[in-house]
């Protein structure tokens, strides 16, 4: 097996990782309808089962630097395969609400720890001009599993009363296949440098990643060796972070403001409310899958050549759009048509080549080696923690306030993040991950002596 199809095979074998990350995310909104009905939920009940696996994901989030850290990436991503694995078997054969919720809790915390290190393991292994796709691959497998969760929602659907079992269930196959994938791969070589002094092992890894950039890449991190030793979560709020800690809380909240994960969990409840029947309504929510997947594989394409920035400023203009677009349909009760679901595919399609390409891999570069575990688990539970207050409050928004005004809203959101994009957002594209960073915060890449703003 060649060097370059090695770094491939264990970057996606961590992105597994995100598929399952993806259908879980995405596999409630075929069986929250039925579970509302099934328990006799109330608005708060529902809302709360919707959003459990996202209260889990928080946990996670916040969490998964200290295994990443003190046990390993390879362990860490084994624990996430264990956690999908029993997640999908008890929330299939759970009898009763509260035992439900535990093992969506479960799941959600597996996905919260994905979220920190599967794309912080793929960062610590790829070659910097490949960073960007290889670390995208993990966004690429969430949208993957979103749309494998759709499409298995669509064919399970009418399989009978307890088809809300298999939908949830069937989760257990691609768990198993992660658990074993795992196994093959090895652990991060900076891992292995800064936390248990095995420079050898590692140098034999960073070989495979690259041969002529090994022995500098074990001499730039062995220069971390002792911030490292001195890392903990407290010394990422110091004012040397300041700016890597706003931008990844910046990049998070727009990353959820957007809407996305409302429009991902409640996709046929809001084709619904566009006057498509429930069958049209689950259709075109794999649609939705469909075009989240194509548009990301564009995003995975242009990234390490277009940068980080770029793809974040076309994919403003153009959620700004689509987003309005959906607004002005509720507002003009312009529905009972295609409209609204094309605009919201629009919409999908923006957002998989600019925010869902670009997040992980943003997120993963920006921090130094000695607070990347922590700053990536800060990126993501602030993700999370945006993701629960949306997708809990937008069944009750959107009905009090109605389509209209929630989708204007997070137009309004998009356009701040266009500012961000534009004033605030550094390149980061071929940058070390031991790049140092000036006083003022910007990205030096001394083996091309670039400042990147």
Known sequence: MSQNLKVFVWSISAALGGFLFGFDTAVISGVEQTLQKLWNLSVFEHGFTVSIALIGTVLGAILGGIPAEKYGRKISLLLIAVLYLVSALGSAYANEWTTFLVFRLLGGFGVGVSSVVAPMYISEIAAPSKRGRLVALFQFNIVFGILMAYLSNYLLGEMGDNSWRLMLGVQAIPSVIFILATLGIPESPRWLILKRGKVEEARKILQTIDASEADKVVYQIQQNVYAASQSNFKNLFKSIYKRPVTLAILFAVFNQVSGINAIIYYAPRIFEMAGL???????????????????????????????????????????????????????????????????????IGFFGFSQGAVIWVFISEIFPNEVRAYGQALGSFTHWIMAVVISFSFPYISATFGGGLTFTFFALMMVLQLLFAWKMMPETKGTSLEAPQSPKGEFFDPANNIIHF
């Open 277 to 347: 029947g429930k069958d049209s309504a689950l259709l075109s929510s794999a649609g939705i899958g469909l075009v989240n997947l194509i548009s990301t594989l564009i995003g995975l394409s242009l990234i390490d050549k277009f940068g980080r920035r770029n793809l974040m400023i076309v994919g403003s203009f153009g959620l700004i759009l689509s987003l309005g677009l959906v607004a002005q349909a509720f507002y003009t009760n312009d529905l009972g048509g295609m409209n609204v679901p094309i605009f919201l595919f629009l919409f």
